[in-house]
């Protein structure tokens, strides 16, 4: 199943952000500490060009501390990049994020510094500007795309931020991504279905963290597949229907939810080696996607070749 997620307002705020970006100093792209990968949006990327960027790594109180320290790393190695990781507790870490940002652009000491944070939708952006601003003027929930519109915000000492809506790329093509996103928050529920992510999410926990799940859940004898261990949680939470069946989606919920809030212990779902082989590993499926377009779209004005061919000798043997 690919996960998409794009509506409306998010085109409108991609073009509003295109537009702002030249008159920005500084990019703070948020992300979520669990899946720095996943949560770093391409279409930002492209967007920023050469922009110095801070990338923070928020919620980094939920991911594994020496992952973490391993992405700062990696991303600190990029080219006009620095990164820090923060979390909703720590406020002086956040407050610091101001003189960081500030000392990527010496050569606007003295004069207003603009600081555009950005990011996916539910990575804990407007958190993060109610600590910068000292007040709250941003509006924060659980819910992914809570806000809606940018605002321009002073917050001393010669910095303003400008506040963006959580944006998403119109195809992620990275399906090991789009269920990460899925799991931990930042695709809208509609857009999703929870028995789907579930299964991803059993995999995942399977393979890398069996003794989480053993622990949380209480059971001995862990089953080795996906289908199998959401039925061994929804019968140990009592997600049960008619003739004592598991409610597959119920089960699924549980575990998706306790994953995303902590319930499961620190995690981090990626690391910087296995992205880079993700990113080889989705770089063929594209260009094997794209071919398969390319001999579909030659079939099709070969067939519409042949029918005009085919037309025109009808016309003439008529004549």
């Known amino acids: 199943m690919a996960i998409q997620w794009f509506p409306g307002h998010m085109h409108k705020a991609r073009l509003e952000m295109q537009a702002t970006l030249p008159k920005v100093d500084v990019l703070i792209e948020v992300l979520d500490a669990r899946i720095p990968y996943s949560s770093e949006n391409p279409m930002l990327e492209e967007l920023r060009g050469n922009k110095p960027c801070l990338k923070v790594l928020a919620k980094s109180d939920l991911a594994d501390e020496r992952r973490t320290s391993e992405w700062v790393d990696y991303l600190d190695q990029l080219e006009n990049v620095r990164a820090r990781a923060v979390s909703t507790e720590d406020i002086p870490s956040i407050r610091r994020l101001k003189n960081a940002a500030s000392r990527m652009v010496p050569h606007r000491e003295g004069r207003t510094v603009t600081v555009m944070v950005a990011g996916i939708p539910n990575v804990g952006k407007s958190t993060l500007i109610n600590v910068l601003a000292g007040r709250k003027i ?182």
């Open 138 to 319: 941003a509006k924060t929930g659980n819910t992914p795309a809570v806000t809606k519109h940018q605002q321009r915000v002073p917050i001393g000492d010669s910095v303003t931020l400008m506040d963006t809506p959580g944006v998403m790329w119109p195809n992620v093509e990275n399906h090991n991504s789009g269920y990460r996103l899925a799991i931990l928050g930042s695709i809208k529920e509609t857009a999703m279905d929870y028995s789907d992510i579930g299964f991803f999410a059993a995999k995942i926990m399977t393979r890398d963290f069996p003794e989480r799940l053993q622990e949380r859940y209480q059971i001995d004898d862990l089953p080795t597949g996906e289908l199998e261990l959401i039925e061994a949680i929804g019968r140990k939470r009592g997600c049960l229907g008619k003739n004592n069946t598991v409610d597959l989606d119920r089960a699924s919920r549980i575990l998706v939810t306790e994953l995303r809030s902590g319930g499961l212990g620190r995690l981090t779902l990626e690391t910087p080696d296995s992205m880079k082989h993700e990113k080889k590993r989705t770089a063929i499926e594209v260009a094997e996607k794209a071919e398969r377009a390319r001999e579909k779209d030659a079939k099709r004005k070969k067939r519409f070749r042949d029918k005009q061919r085919a037309a025109r000798k009808a016309r003439e043997h008529g004549a």
